[in-house]
C-alpha cells in the first residue's frame, strides 16, 4: 500500500525506537487469533444452528474431496477413528499455519490479513459448497476471520511493546508509564489503534519512548491470556449449543410403537453362541459397525423432522415421524453388509429392525413408469441409489425407524433410514433420511459412483471364521471352527471348512431364521499340536458356490475364500 513507500514502516528500519514482535509473540498470537476466530465462529453456529460450523464444514468438505486411495489410506492406519484423525489433522494444520501467518505478520502486518482472510474464505467456500451449503453458511468462516485479524493485530500491537529493547528496557530519567500505557487499560488502547487503523505502537513516539517491557509484557500476557479464555469459554459454548440436548431428549423419551404382527423371538437355534461367542445372531447396537462420511452424527429434532416423496411420482407425499410411528409397522431381521468389508472383515451386522414398507409409501406416491431408480437422500445431503423394482419384488425393502428394539440410533440414522435386504448398504441404506426421490437409473449418480463405486451393487455370497481367531493360540484337543455365511435374499444351502490338506468337510448350519440375515455354522475338529490353515466357503440355495478369487471391495465387493491360521499348542 501506498503508505508504506512513502514512510517506510517503522519495525522494518533498525534504526526505529519501536521494536518488531519476536518470533515466539507472532506465534503466539498467530495461534491466539486463529483459535479465537475459530471458537467465534462455532459460537455463531451454536447460536443459529442452520449455519455450518467453520471446522465441520471444511472436514466434510475434505472427506467428499479427498482422492479415493488417500482415503483408503486413511481408513486402513485410522479405520473408524478415521474422523477423529482428520480432525485431528486439521486442527494441526490450522495451527501450523496460524503460527506462520502469526511470525510472517510480525513483519508484514498485511500478510497477517491476507493469510487470515484467505483461512476465513477457505471456511466459507467449503461451507457454501457442502452438500448441503447455502450463501449463509459463510457466515461464520466470515466471522472467524474478522475475529482473527482484530485479535492478531490486537496482538501483535500489544506485542510492539513487549520485544526486549534496549531503549524501552532501562527507561531514562524523565521517562513516565503514562495512564495511557497503564496494562488495565491494554485492551482498550489497542482497540483505540486498529479503529484508526494505525499500528498498536505502544513505545513508537520519541516523546513518550516508554512503556516498561515489564508493563508492557504483562500486557501482551494479559491480553494472551484473555483470548486464550475468550476462545476456550466460546468455543466450548459453540459446541454445546450444536450439540441439541432436545433431539437426544426426545429420542429417549419415545415409546415405539408394536409392529402389527410382532415377530417372534429368533430360535435358539439360529445361534451357536456357545462356540461361536465372538459373534451374537443379532449384533447388539453399540457394537454395530458404522460407516458415513459424516463428521458430526447429525442429531435430528423429531418435531421438524419429514420424509418427503418426490421425483417421478404422480403425487408428491410428506410424512411426519408422527405419521410413521402411526402406520402399519413390520419387523424383520435383515444382515446389513458395507461394500468394504474385506475377506473376513467385520463390516457386518445383523439386527431386528422396525419400519413402514418402503413399498406402501411408493404406492401412495404413484410411482411413474420409467422411474427406474430410487434415490435416498440424508439430511447432510448423503445419497444411495438403487433400482426401482428392488423395493417392489416382494424383498422387506423399508423406512426403518427402530432397531433391535429401541429407536435407531443416531449413529445409525435416527430417526429413520432405509433398509434395503441383498444390497449393499452404500447403494442402499441411507441413514438420517429425510427425501426418497424417484428418478431413472441414467439420470443420477448416487454419491459413491462418481467416486469409482459400481452402480448397482448385491451382496455377494460369502463366508467367515470368527472361532478361533486367526493366530489365536488354542489347546490341543476338541476344538470348535464356527462362524458366519450369508446369501442375502436367497438363503445359504452348505458352507465347507477345509483344514490343512484334508478335503472340503461340510459344516452344520445353525437354523436359518431368514434368508436376509447371515448364518451361523460350526464344525467340531480334533486340533492337533503346531499351526493349521483353515479355509472356508459357502454355497447358496441356487447352488452358487462362493468366488476362490480374491477381489478388492473396489467396485462391488470383495471375494475370495476366508482362510486363517491357527496355532495349536
Ligand atoms: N446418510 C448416510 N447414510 C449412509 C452412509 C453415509 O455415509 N451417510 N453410509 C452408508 C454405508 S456405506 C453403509 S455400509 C451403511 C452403514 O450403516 P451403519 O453405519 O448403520 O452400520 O450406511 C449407509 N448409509
Ligand atoms: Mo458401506
Redesign the pocket.
Known amino acids: 500500500m501506498s503508505t508504506r513507500q512513502t514512510s517506510p514502516s517503522p519495525y522494518r528500519s533498525p534504526a526505529s525506537p519501536v521494536s518488531r514482535p519476536g518470533v515466539l509473540q507472532g506465534a503466539l498470537a498467530g495461534l491466539l487469533a486463529a483459535a479465537t476466530g475459530l471458537a467465534a465462529g462455532e459460537l455463531l453456529s451454536g447460536l443459529n444452528r442452520k449455519l455450518t460450523s467453520p471446522v465441520i464444514g471444511v472436514g466434510n468438505r475434505a472427506v467428499d474431496l479427498v482422492p479415493q486411495p488417500l482415503k483408503r489410506f486413511a481408513i486402513r492406519q485410522f479405520g473408524t477413528h478415521d474422523k477423529q484423525a482428520l480432525l485431528i489433522g486439521m486442527f494441526v494444520a490450522i495451527a501450523i499455519f496460524a503460527i506462520v501467518v502469526g511470525i510472517l505478520a510480525t513483519r508484514r502486518k498485511l500478510i497477517g490479513i491476507i493469510g487470515l482472510t484467505a483461512f476465513g474464505a477457505l471456511g466459507a467456500l467449503a461451507a457454501v459448497t457442502g452438500r448441503t451449503g447455502s450463501f449463509s453458511d459463510a457466515l461464520p468462516s466470515i466471522l472467524a476471520a474478522v475475529v482473527a485479524i482484530v485479535m492478531l493485530m490486537g496482538l501483535l500491537g500489544a506485542a510492539r511493546g513487549t520485544h526486549p529493547n534496549p531503549a524501552a528496557a532501562s527507561p531514562g530519567p524523565g521517562s513516565v508509564t503514562t495512564p495511557r500505557n497503564a496494562p488495565d487499560d491494554m485492551l482498550g488502547r489497542i482497540m483505540a489503534k486498529i479503529q484508526d487503523g494505525e499500528p498498536a505502537r505502544v513505545t513508537a513516539t520519541a516523546s513518550a519512548p516508554a512503556v516498561s517491557p515489564a508493563v508492557s509484557r504483562r500486557g501482551f500476557l494479559a491480553l494472551s491470556g484473555a483470548a486464550a479464555v475468550a476462545a476456550a469459554g466460546m468455543g466450548t459454548a459453540g459446541r454445546l449449543l450444536q450439540r441439541s440436548t432436545g433431539s437426544i431428549k426426545a429420542r429417549a423419551s419415545l415409546v415405539l410403537p408394536k409392529a402389527r404382527k410382532p415377530l417372534a423371538a429368533a430360535p435358539a437355534g439360529v445361534s451357536v453362541t456357545e462356540l461361536n461367542v465372538a459373534t451374537p445372531f443379532f449384533t447388539p447396537n453399540n457394537k454395530?459397525?458404522?460407516?458415513?462420511?459424516?463428521l458430526e452424527v447429525?442429531k435430528i429434532d423429531v418435531d421438524t423432522w419429514e420424509l418427503k416423496i418426490k421425483g417421478m411420482v404422480g403425487q408428491e407425499r410428506t410424512y411426519t415421524y408422527e405419521d410413521l410411528l402411526s402406520r402399519n409397522l413390520v419387523e424383520r431381521d435383515i444382515t446389513?453388509?458395507?461394500?468394504?468389508n474385506e475377506v473376513g472383515g467385520i463390516?457386518m451386522?445383523n439386527a431386528r429392525w422396525l419400519g413402514v414398507p418402503l413399498k406402501e409409501l411408493l404406492d401412495e406416491a404413484e410411482v411413474k413408469n420409467g422411474a427406474t431408480q430410487i434415490v435416498?437422500r440424508?439430511?447432510?445431503g448423503?445419497t444411495?441409489g438403487f433400482p426401482t423394482k428392488l423395493a417392489m419384488d416382494g424383498r422387506d425393502a423399508m423406512v426403518a425407524i427402530a432397531?433391535n428394539g429401541e429407536p435407531l440410533p443416531f449413529?445409525?440414522?435416527f430417526p429413520a433410514?432405509?433398509i434395503i435386504p441383498g444390497i449393499?448398504?452404500?447403494v442402499?441404506?441411507?441413514?438420517?433420511?429425510t427425501e426418497i426421490e424417484l428418478t431413472t437409473l441414467e439420470d443420477f449418480d448416487a454419491?459413491?459412483v462418481p467416486r469409482g463405486y459400481a452402480k448397482e451393487a448385491p451382496i455377494k455370497l460369502a463366508s467367515r471364521i470368527d472361532v478361533p481367531r486367526g493366530l489365536s493360540t488354542i489347546p490341543a484337543g476338541k476344538a470348535a471352527v464356527a462362524g458366519v455365511a450369508w446369501a442375502q435374499t436367497v438363503g445359504i444351502a452348505k458352507v465347507e471348512v477345509k483344514i490343512d490338506d484334508a478335503e472340503w468337510k461340510e459344516a452344520v448350519l445353525a437354523d436359518e431364521q431368514s434368508v436376509d440375515t447371515w448364518r451361523q455354522w460350526h464344525l467340531e475338529w480334533d486340533a492337533t499340536t503346531g499351526s493349521h490353515s483353515i479355509s472356508v466357503r459357502a454355497t447358496d440355495k441356487n447352488g452358487k458356490l462362493q468366488q476362490e478369487d480374491r477381489k478388492a471391495p473396489l467396485p462391488n465387493g470383495a471375494t475370495g475364500w476366508h482362510q486363517i491360521i491357527s496355532l495349536v499348542s
Open positions: 454395530f459397525y458404522r460407516i458415513d462420511t459424516a447429525p446389513l453388509t458395507c461394500v468394504s463390516l451386522g435416498g440424508s439430511v447432510d448423503w444411495s432397531m449413529a445409525h440414522g433410514r432405509l449393499y448398504g452404500y442402499s441404506a441411507t441413514k438420517w433420511l454419491y459413491w
